[in-house]
């Protein structure tokens, strides 16, 4: 009997521990940062323009009220370089004490972590193009969560994406747009970079306007950034 109880006790011992290790490890392993750095993809340009359109005629807006917002290039590129180790930005829905709609972009770095404080990190106000405190920031996104707790709260790009969009030679602003993707039915955020150099018909849409569509971020809550 005590060699059995033995047996038992070291068996429990043996798992109690290898549990610890289990958990050790997972505390340990490294996120897969190039998975973060690579969210995000192009997207045909007409594909981009419909989908803009569905999201005007789902939540019946017309074409006079505000439904994209805007960086310009140079505030961009100063809120990209403002985090050492850049993983991708996340386009954060904010309400400010009016109950206006905002969107706020927010450099990410490795930790993944919206609201870390980062000495420099520039977080922008999509609306106006200019900067905003953190506090503001984190003010008017706790705001929209507390208003819409089951919905999506923030959409998240790679670096990789905005490596991309600022070599671009035409870029001059990054349009932040809703849309609906009326196949899949699901609500998207796309990066729109509009360029008014060319004068060929190829991607050209029915307005006369062309550039480049990205769309496929991660849409959050649920996701690893936080």
Same mark, same amino acid.
């Given at each position: 009997?005590?060699?059995?109880?033995?047996?038992?006790?070291?068996?429990?011992?043996?798992?109690?521990?290898?549990?610890?290790?289990?958990?050790?490890?997972?505390?340990?392993?490294?996120?897969?940062?190039?998975?973060?750095?690579?969210?995000?993809?192009?997207?045909?340009?007409?594909?981009?323009?419909? %989908?803009? &359109? @569905?999201?005007?005629?789902?939540? @019946?807006?017309?074409?006079?009220? !505000? !439904?994209?917002?805007?960086?310009? @290039?140079?505030?961009?590129?100063?809120?990209?370089?403002?985090?050492?180790?850049?993983?991708? $930005?996340?386009?954060?829905?904010?309400?400010?004490?009016?109950?206006?709609?905002? $969107?706020?972009?927010?450099? $990410?770095?490795?930790?993944?972590?919206? %609201? #870390?404080?980062?000495?420099?990190?520039?977080?922008?106000?999509?609306?106006?193009?200019?900067?905003?405190?953190?506090?503001? &920031?984190?003010? %008017?996104?706790?705001?929209?969560?507390?208003?819409?707790?089951? #919905?999506? %709260?923030?959409?998240?790009?790679?670096?990789?994406?905005?490596?991309?969009? !600022?070599?671009? #030679?035409?870029?001059?602003?990054?349009?932040?747009?809703? @849309?609906?993707?009326?196949?899949?039915?699901?609500?998207?955020?796309?990066?729109? $970079?509009?360029?008014?150099?060319?004068?060929?018909?190829?991607?050209?849409?029915?307005?006369?306007?062309?550039?480049?569509?990205?769309?496929?971020?991660?849409?959050?809550?649920?996701?690893?950034?936080?």
């Amino acid at each position: 009997m005590k060699k059995s109880l033995g047996i038992v006790c070291g068996f429990l011992l043996s798992l109690l521990f290898g549990c610890q290790d289990l958990r050790e490890d997972a505390r340990n392993t490294p996120l897969d940062l190039s998975f973060y750095k690579n969210v995000g993809k192009e997207i045909p340009f007409e594909l981009g323009m419909r %989908w803009r &359109a @569905a999201y005007e005629r789902k939540y @019946a807006l017309a074409r006079t009220q !505000t !439904t994209g917002f805007s960086i310009p @290039a140079l505030q961009l590129t100063t809120l990209l370089q403002s985090t050492p180790n850049l993983t991708g $930005v996340a386009f954060h829905y904010g309400t400010d004490l009016l109950g206006g709609t905002h $969107v706020i972009a927010i450099p $990410v770095d490795e930790s993944l972590s919206l %609201w #870390s404080v980062i000495p420099g990190r520039v977080y922008t106000d999509a609306n106006s193009g200019l900067s905003i405190s953190q506090s503001t &920031a984190q003010a %008017w996104a706790q705001r929209y969560k507390n208003a819409h707790p089951s #919905s999506i %709260w923030f959409h998240y790009f790679g670096k990789t994406i905005f490596d991309e969009i !600022t070599s671009l #030679s035409f870029l001059q602003a990054l349009d932040v747009a809703p @849309a609906y993707n009326d196949t899949e039915q699901t609500d998207e955020l796309l990066l729109i $970079v509009l360029d008014n150099s060319l004068t060929g018909i190829l991607g050209r849409s029915k307005d006369g306007e062309t550039g480049r569509v990205y769309d496929a971020s991660n849409a959050c809550p649920p996701c690893q950034v936080n």
